[in-house]
């Protein structure tokens, strides 16, 4: 079942499994007032098993970018447009949050963007290929975050 992800009260809803989950439903959390405040888009995520073409999507492109696959396991996901652009989310059960942004109408802004939560490590699978910069969060504590552009069609 979708829910509609409340950034006035953080809940762990959907991320009880996660070992970070606080930190990860700080992190979700976040991204929802973002997209609230910046669009007046109320950022609704599903289980990952209601959420398989999305995870897929997401992966699929990891895959054909980088060569990357992640090991966690997914635990929700969400895609959506606003204004032109599709942002695609999956929320792992270890804290890592990543996000595809892919405009429609050209290739000017294409990119996956990692976010960690506070209090995870860096993935294997992405500690020796990006580097980390971080970010303050009300919401979240200390966010850790890195990106690459997107070259392919998708």
């Given at each position: 079942m979708?829910?509609?992800?409340?950034?006035?009260?953080?809940?762990?809803?959907?991320?009880?499994?996660?070992?970070?989950?606080?930190?990860?439903?700080?992190?979700?959390?976040n991204e929802a007032r973002y997209f609230k405040n910046k669009y007046g888009h109320d950022f609704?995520?599903?289980?990952?098993?209601?959420?398989?073409?999305?995870?897929?999507?997401?992966?699929?492109?990891?895959?054909?970018?980088?060569?990357?696959v992640i090991a966690s396991r997914p635990l929700e996901a969400t895609s959506f447009v606003v204004e032109n652009v599709r942002w695609?989310?999956?929320f792992y059960e270890s804290g890592l949050?990543?996000?595809v942004l892919y405009t429609i109408d050209g290739p000017s802004k294409r990119a996956?963007?990692?976010?960690?939560?506070?209090g995870?490590?860096?993935?294997?699978?992405?500690?020796?290929?990006?580097?980390?910069?971080?970010?303050?969060?009300?919401l979240a504590g200390t966010i850790r975050g890195s990106f690459f552009?997107?070259?392919?069609?998708y």
């Open positions: 979708s829910y509609v992800v409340d950034f006035a009260t953080v809940s762990t809803t959907g991320l009880e499994s996660s070992p970070v989950a606080d930190a990860l439903a700080g992190l979700r959390a609704t995520v599903a289980p990952a098993s209601e959420a398989r073409a999305t995870i897929d999507y997401v992966h699929h492109i990891l895959e054909k970018e980088r060569g990357l695609t989310y999956v949050a990543i996000n996956v963007g990692f976010k960690l939560s506070d995870m490590e860096i993935p294997a699978e992405l500690a020796t290929r990006f580097k980390f910069a971080r970010q303050k969060s009300k552009v997107i070259k392919g069609e």
